[in-house]
């Protein structure tokens, strides 16, 4: 079983990691066996935070307003997590995330992982549920914060301990595993694309739900053609 490793959870704007953002990281990391360091914040997505993510996570525009920007908390997550392997429920969708924003910022970000969800689809196959908080009320296991990232980093780790207890003569399940997610980088917003989206706003006199400088080269294209679609072009 592990000693080294980072738990790690996420809280996003949506579920592809190509078209949503991170609006929190939360992980832990273990060092022979016990909790060393924690990684706590919030990210300020340069976009609203849409109803349905604050309705699940608690968390709206607000807080995440004076938040800083992923370009310097996924550096600063790099540093923490060392090249330690990861533990997560469900881990591959946070790996995503955090794969895509590093390529996005040409930072090198490959590891091995062990995946809780994996284990308990694997071991526990008679539970009507694999979820992360069914499975921290049938263990009994902590949950008071909900889809929030260091609460459910810290209910992933309790699970992971507590796997590894009752399949403790099953070793394969607890080999880490090479994450593959395949993340191209993104082309940041042009100058010609800034221009023109601030005329556009201006000139319709509407008002849109981002950063338009932290927008990607494609979103900003999307943008444009809805803005045209929906209220024309400048004339």
């Known amino acids: 079983m592990l000693k080294d490793y980072v738990v790690v959870d996420l809280e996003t704007t949506g579920l592809s990691a190509k078209d949503n953002r ?124 909900h889809h929030r990232a260091v609460n459910d980093a810290k209910a992933a780790y309790e699970l992971y301990k507590l796997f590894c207890k009752l399949f403790e003569n099953e070793n394969e399940v607890f080999k880490p595993a090479k994450l593959i997610y395949n993340a191209k980088k993104q082309s940041p917003i042009t100058d010609k694309q800034i221009k023109y989206l601030r005329a556009l706003v201006s000139f319709h006199n509407i008002n849109i739900d981002c950063e338009i400088d932290k927008l990607t080269k494609s979103q900003a294209s999307r943008l444009i053609d809805n803005i045209i679609l929906e209220h024309g072009r400048i004339f």
């Open 22 to 145: 991170i609006i929190e990281i939360g992980a832990i990391k273990i060092k022979e066996g016990k909790a060393e360091e924690l990684f706590e914040t919030f990210v300020n997505p340069g976009c609203a935070i849409p109803f349905r993510i604050t309705e699940v996570t608690g968390i709206n525009d607000s807080m995440v307003s004076e938040a800083p920007y992923i370009e310097t908390e996924i550096v600063r997550f790099i540093e923490f997590s060392e090249e330690l392997p990861l533990i997560g429920h469900n881990l591959l969708f946070d790996y995503s995330f955090l794969k895509a924003n590093a390529v996005n910022n040409k930072l090198t970000f490959e590891r091995e992982g062990i995946d809780t969800l994996k284990i308990a689809r694997e071991k526990l196959k008679d539970l009507p549920s694999r979820r992360l908080d069914y499975l921290c009320r049938y263990f009994s296991v902590p949950d008071e914060n």
